[in-house]
Nanobody, 120 residues
Framework: QVQLVESGGGLVQAGGSLRLSCAAS????????MGWFRQAPGKEREFVAA????????NYADSVKGRFTISRDNAKNIMYLQMNSLKPEDTAVYYC?????????????WGQGTQVTVSE
């Protein structure tokens, strides 16, 4: 079992930046891929980005390509999501989850999420 704690969210104006963190414990962090997901009010949870166990391979949703960068530090058991050029449509609760590869499948372990709000 793995425990996940997301942090780093907040309120930012359109065009601004935020860096999210996902701290993991309970399993060997470097043994699994990691992904970021988000859920906006009234919408289903959607895939945002993923990174392989070693960090060599990444995968992004088309909506965030060129703006978001995913990374991980296996020595610290932390994954990051650098979000630049934020848009109001990026507003959502962001979650992280472990998985098998950068395209899933994803384990059904979720943290409490971190709220990102982007104003006009």
């Amino acid at each position: 079992q793995v425990q996940l704690v997301e942090s780093g969210g907040g309120l930012v104006q359109a065009g601004g930046s935020l860096r999210l963190s996902c701290a993991a414990s309970g399993r060997t962090f470097s043994s699994y891929a990691m992904g970021w997901f988000r859920q906006a009010p009234g919408k289903e949870r959607e895939f945002v980005a993923a990174i392989s166990r070693t960090g060599i391979r990444t995968n992004y949703a088309d909506s965030v390509k060129g703006r978001f960068t995913i990374s991980r530090d296996n020595a610290k058991n932390i994954m990051y999501l650098q979000m630049n050029s934020l848009k109001p449509e990026d507003t959502a609760v962001y979650y992280c989850a472990p998985g098998t590869t950068t395209t899933g499948p994803w384990d059904n372990y979720w943290g409490q999420g971190t709220q990102v709000t982007v104003s006009e």
